[in-house]
C-alpha cells in the first residue's frame, strides 16, 4: 500500500494552504455571450438554495497526490485542507478521472515539462461539492455540486473578450500548476465560481466527472457538422469513443470508427459505431472507400494524434468535406500530394482545444441527463485514490480506458 506521508509546504513558492488565484477582474464585455452564460447559471443552481444552511464539518488535514520535483509519479501526502479567499469554493472532490495529458504529466516527460509547472496536484477532471464559500461567489452555495471548467481564462484578453474565452491567451490551468496548484487529485480542493460549472440535474459522479471530456467530444461533433453526413472517428481512446457516441446522438447518418487494436474497436460499436477498420490490418482508405461508394468520408474527426493518420486522413475525405483535429501529434506534419488531397478538394480544417464556456457543458449534460449518450461502457476501473500508481500502470500498459478515483475512499 501506498505510504502517506504528513508535508508542510511554507518553503514552497506557491504553498498548497494558501494559494490564492490572481486577478480575479470580472469580464467587462457587456452584452456578451460570456455574461450570458454565467447569468444562465443563476436560474439553475441545481437545489443550492436548499443547502446554504447545511454545515459539513471540514478536517484539518486532506489526502491528495502532489508533485514538487521533476521526477517520475507523484506523492500520497497529508496536508491542510485550503482556505476559499475571495471569490473561491472549497470543493469536496467526489471523483476525478485519469486524462491522456496526466499520463504525460505523471512521467514527467517534455510535454508533461511543457504543459505544467512544479508545484501541483494533478487532476483536471472532477467532480465534486461545495462545503464552504469564500466572498463574493454569488449564488453558489454550500451542497452545490460543481464540474471544474480547468480553463482558467483571465476575461481580459483578445479572446475572452469575443467570446473565446476557452483559448484564453492567459490561461491558467487547473491541475496543471498554471496559475493555481490546486488539482483534483485531492480529498478537497480550491476552485475559483468562475469556473465551477453548476450542475443542474441528479447526474451520479461518474457521469459528471466525465463532462469535461466529453465536452471535449460534443464541441468536435458540433464544429465539424455530421448531422445526416457519414463521420470517420480514427482513434477510439476515450475522446474517440465519446465522439463516435455524440456523433450518434447528434444525427449522423453513418460513423466509421478506426483504430489498430481490436478491444477499442469493439467499444467503438457499443458506442455507436456502425464499421470498424482496423487500420493495422486492413487497408484504410479501401475500407473507406467501399463504405462510402466511394466518395470518401464527408466528416472525419481525427482523434488518435498519430502523425501518420494526420497527415494521411485528408485521402479519405470527401470532396468538400470537414476535417477536425482533435489529437495531439508530437512529431512535424507533413501532407502527400497536396493538390488532390488538399487544395482540390475545398475542405474544412478545423481544430479545438477545449470547451466552449458553459455552452458545452450544457449540451454535455443535456445529452447524458437525457439518455441520449451512455457514458459508462468506457469507464473501465473506478478505484481509491490511494491505488494510483495502479491506475497510472494500467494506462502505461496501454490496458484499460477511461479510469476514474475516487479521493474519498
Not at 447559471?41 to 491528495?64: C, R, V, W, Y
Not at 504543459?115 to 461539492?129: D, N, Q
Not at 474544412?348 to 470547451?355: E, F, S, V, Y
Request: aromatic share 6%; charged share 20%; net charge neutral.
Amino acid at each position: 500500500m501506498q505510504k502517506c506521508v504528513r508535508l508542510t509546504f511554507a518553503h514552497q513558492r506557491l504553498p498548497f494552504s494558501d494559494c490564492v488565484w490572481p486577478n480575479r477582474a470580472k469580464t467587462t464585455q457587456h452584452g456578451s455571450r460570456m455574461e450570458a452564460q454565467f447569468t444562465f447559471q443563476k436560474f439553475a443552481l441545481s437545489n443550492a438554495t436548499q443547502f446554504k444552511t447545511m454545515a459539513e464539518t471540514i478536517p484539518a488535514t486532506m489526502k491528495a497526490l502532489v508533485k514538487t520535483k521533476p521526477t517520475a509519479s507523484y506523492e500520497l501526502v497529508e496536508i491542510p485542507v485550503p482556505v476559499p479567499g475571495d471569490g473561491e469554493l472549497l470543493i469536496k472532490v467526489e471523483r476525478v478521472s485519469i486524462c491522456g495529458s496526466d499520463i504525460n504529466l505523471y512521467t514527467w516527460n517534455e510535454v508533461g515539462q511543457a504543459i505544467a509547472t512544479l508545484p501541483f496536484t494533478p487532476g483536471h477532471e472532477c467532480v465534486g461539492k461545495v462545503v464552504k464559500v469564500g466572498p463574493n461567489c454569488g449564488e453558489i452555495g454550500v451542497g452545490t455540486r460543481i464540474g471544474v471548467e480547468n480553463h482558467y481564462y483571465c476575461g481580459n484578453c483578445y479572446q475572452c473578450t469575443h467570446d473565446l474565452p476557452h483559448i484564453c491567451k492567459s490561461m491558467g490551468q487547473f491541475g496543471h500548476g498554471k496559475q493555481t496548484v490546486h488539482g483534483g487529485c485531492s480529498q478537497y480542493t480550491i476552485v475559483p465560481a468562475r469556473y465551477a460549472y453548476v450542475l443542474k440535474t441528479n447526474l451520479t459522479s461518474q457521469q459528471a466527472c466525465l463532462l469535461e471530456p466529453f465536452g471535449v467530444a460534443q464541441h468536435a461533433i458540433e464544429e465539424v457538422e455530421c448531422k445526416d453526413d457519414t463521420l470517420l472517428v480514427i482513434g477510439c481512446g476515450p475522446i474517440g469513443l465519446l465522439t463516435v457516441a455524440v456523433g450518434r446522438a447528434m444525427g449522423a447518418k453513418t460513423i466509421i470508427a478506426a483504430d489498430v487494436i481490436p478491444a477499442k474497436l469493439e467499444l467503438a460499436k457499443t458506442m455507436g459505431a456502425d464499421h470498424v477498420i482496423n487500420s493495422k490490418d486492413e487497408d484504410m482508405l479501401a475500407a473507406v472507400m467501399k463504405i462510402t461508394n466511394s466518395d470518401g468520408a464527408g466528416c472525419i474527426v481525427e482523434a488518435s494524434g498519430s502523425p501518420y493518420m494526420v497527415n494521411t486522413c485528408f485521402t479519405f475525405l470527401r470532396k468538400g468535406g470537414r476535417i477536425l483535429l482533435v489529437g495531439l501529434p508530437k512529431q512535424p506534419l507533413h501532407v502527400e500530394n497536396v493538390l488532390h488531397n488538399v487544395i482540390f478538394k475545398s475542405l474544412t480544417l478545423k481544430t479545438i482545444h477545449g470547451r466552449k464556456i458553459f455552452h458545452t457543458w450544457e449540451e454535455s449534460e443535456r445529452l447524458i441527463s437525457q439518455g441520449l449518450v451512455d457514458i459508462s461502457p468506457i469507464v473501465s476501473h473506478d478505484i481509491p485514490m490511494s491505488k494510483f500508481e495502479d491506475a497510472f500502470s494500467t494506462l502505461l500498459k496501454a490496458e484499460g480506458c477511461k479510469i476514474l478515483m475516487d479521493p474519498q475512499a
